[in-house]
């Protein structure tokens, strides 16, 4: 089972647009990491957040984490078909350095 | 190598082979985590260790399972007496250590395939 529950499971865009993926827990997060996965490949970091109302930016992809520090948004502006892939989150969700994942976010961009 | 490395890429064993895979940290990362990940799902947590110390192994989906790190650095996650549903891609993650700054590195991850 997940503890985190990512939304939606699965994205279809136009190129150019934007779009939001979610991660929610029912428990405090204790770091909060987004990480994206190709097919038949390792996770790839993108960005970690810790504090309450925190947010990263890196090119075109933001991230934000709530002040309960119970949900996470991705977002990314201007999507281009580089940013396909399947976008996971991963938190400390009992303070004990097990990352624990959502089921993931299967986005797929359109030219 | 700069990353984690894992071996071998993909295995295809036999129901009731005993395999064994195998994890190669980036150097000097404290903990390492192994998770399995089943065709479109998320990875799911089966055991982390702090140097050779195996501090949580309760995902572990049985005792068919078996994790060692004897000396801190390389890993080897075993299964005995393969079964098709352990068909996954077993994915190994090193870190820095116990610091919340510090977040895993992933390796590509070993595809396994039990006929």
């Known amino acids: 089972s997940q503890e985190l529950e990512q939304s939606p499971q699965s994205l279809i865009v136009q190129e150019g647009k934007n779009l939001t993926i979610n991660c929610t827990s029912s428990?405090?997060?204790?770091?909060l990491y987004w990480y994206k996965q190709k097919y038949g490949e390792g996770l790839i970091f993108l960005m970690m957040?810790?504090?309450?109302?925190e947010e990263k930016s890196h090119e075109k992809i933001t991230a934000k984490l709530d002040e309960k520090k119970q949900q996470s948004s991705l977002h990314i502006t201007a999507s281009q078909p580089s940013h396909a892939g399947i976008y996971l989150c991963?938190?400390?969700?009992?303070?004990?350095?097990?990352?624990?994942f959502g089921a993931g976010t299967r986005l797929t961009v359109k030219p | 190598g700069a990353g984690v490395s894992q071996s071998p890429r993909y295995k295809v064993a036999k129901r009731g082979q005993d395999v064994a895979l195998r994890c190669d940290p980036i150097?000097?990362?404290?903990?390492l985590f192994w998770y399995q990940q089943a065709l479109g799902q998320g990875p799911e947590f089966l055991t982390y260790?702090?140097?050779?110390?195996?501090l949580d192994k309760s995902g572990l989906p049985s005792d068919r399972f078996f994790a060692e790190r004897p000396e801190g650095s390389v890993s080897t996650l075993k299964i005995q007496r393969t079964q098709q549903e352990d068909s996954a891609v077993y994915l190994c993650?090193?870190?820095w250590g116990s610091g919340k700054s510090w977040w895993p590195f992933f390796g590509p991850g070993t595809r396994l395939t039990v006929l």
């Open positions: 993650a090193s870190s």
């Open positions: 150097s000097g990362h404290v903990s």
């Open positions: 260790f702090q140097n050779e110390a195996q």
């Open positions: 428990k405090t997060l204790y770091g």
């Open positions: 957040l810790q504090k309450g109302g």
């Open positions: 991963g938190a400390d969700i009992w303070y004990n350095n097990d990352m624990r």
